[in-house]
């Protein structure tokens, strides 16, 4: 289901499967981040507080809190910084991006 925004998130989370091998484009908010060699993964959240791991390449020029547009393919695993995570989107691009009108609204 896509929003005005972009991909929802809830929606991925609910059933990652039916999103395997495509590309997402989403609206959201650095959560939470960890730097690795040559690597970030990100954690994204919504307007609404739901959550998606992001791998994305160096350099990554946002931090936490910051609203970002990114978009990339998602995939059931990938190896981050020497572990396994499931259910990643491989960023492709990022931008900058501003928050919600109305967060939180529905």
């Known amino acids: 289901?896509?929003?005005?925004?972009?991909t929802d998130l809830r929606a991925?989370?609910?059933r990652p499967e039916k999103y395997?091998?495509?590309?997402?484009?989403?609206?959201a908010r650095v959560a939470?981040?960890?730097?690795?060699?040559?690597e970030v993964?990100?954690?994204?959240?919504?307007?609404?507080?739901?959550?998606?791991?992001?791998?994305?390449p160096e350099p990554?020029?946002?931090?936490r809190g910051d609203w970002v547009r990114t978009s990339g393919i998602l995939v059931p695993e990938a190896r981050v910084g020497g572990a396994t995570v499931y259910d990643v989107i491989m960023a492709?691009?990022?931008?900058?991006?501003?928050?919600?009108r109305f967060e939180n609204l529905m």
């Open 92 to 100: 492709e691009e990022f931008s900058r991006s501003s928050a919600p």
């Open 32 to 38: 939470r981040l960890q730097r690795l060699p040559g």
């Open 1 to 6: 289901m896509l929003a005005a925004c972009g």
């Open 60 to 63: 990554f020029e946002y931090e």
């Open 12 to 14: 991925v989370n609910a």
């Open 41 to 56: 993964l990100i954690e994204l959240a919504d307007a609404r507080g739901n959550r998606i791991l992001v791998r994305a």
């Open 20 to 27: 395997y091998q495509k590309t997402l484009h989403v609206r």
